[in-house]
């Protein structure tokens, strides 16, 4: 098994540009979620979907939108990017939202100029 | 969900017992202890979740204390691979997310 596999690794984007950030499982979990930790933070919970078919927003969701695209992926898209996105984000899965270990990728890398 | 305390920054010899502390004072019935490391760039991995009773794995021992406002994670053998930041979280079974302070960084020292 791969995990939690996220695309691409790094990304450079320009003040205004849009982009998708993929996120994929193969664990058959319900549940996705996405995250991002600025430099010397924690991670913070920008959207998530508890089961195929629903999302909801976590603590920092101005600026992004999500879709959870069947069981499998879940993406992760900024229409106008801005500097402050820049951050590296982590895509994770669980079993169920309730009480269940969460499994993340290795992560991408954002620089928004 | 209640907030954690944990240390900045340890040190523990390779080889050695890490010992990581955190202060959980305001935890309620249904919250759990989750602990998580991250290792440079890379994303958080899990290492064991707890509710009362002390727990063991392959990876760690949690020793939760009896009126379960504080925990230990233990490290039995530390290696230069534990060097991480490692996070204490307290989540509700009825919680969607985790919360992630700024947790420990330990580093292991030959």
């Known amino acids: 098994n791969a995990g939690v596999t996220q695309t691409p690794k790094f990304q450079v984007l320009k003040t205004g540009q849009s982009m998708t950030l993929q996120c994929a499982q193969d664990m058959n979990h319900n549940s996705m979620y996405w995250y991002r930790q600025d430099p010397g933070m924690g991670l913070r919970l920008i959207y998530y979907s508890a089961s195929e078919g629903t999302t909801d927003k976590g603590e920092v969701p101005n600026g992004y939108n999500v879709s959870r695209l069947n069981k499998r992926e879940f993406s992760l898209r900024l229409e106008s990017a801005a500097p402050s996105q820049t951050s590296v984000y982590f895509c994770?899965?669980?079993?169920?939202?309730?009480?269940?270990?969460?499994?993340f990728g290795p992560g991408t890398r954002l620089l928004v100029l | 969900d209640a907030k954690t305390t944990q240390p900045p920054s340890m040190d523990c010899a390779e080889g050695r017992a890490a010992n990581l502390p955190c202060n959980h004072s305001?935890?309620?019935?249904?919250?759990?202890v989750y602990w998580y490391r991250q290792i440079h760039s890379q994303g958080p991995q899990y290492i064991i979740h707890?509710?009362?009773n002390n727990e063991t794995n392959e990876m760690a021992s949690l020793i939760i204390t009896e009126d379960r406002k504080s925990s230990t994670l233990i490290l039995p053998h530390a290696t230069l691979r534990d060097t991480a930041v490692y996070y204490c979280?307290?989540?509700?079974?009825?919680?969607?997310?985790?919360?992630f302070g700024g947790g420990t960084r330990l580093m292991v020292k030959p």
């Open positions: 979280i307290v989540r509700s079974n009825a919680g969607n997310m985790l919360t």
């Open positions: 305001t935890i309620s019935g249904n919250e759990y």
């Open positions: 994770a899965s669980s079993e169920n939202p309730v009480q269940e270990t969460q499994y």
């Open positions: 707890g509710l009362k």
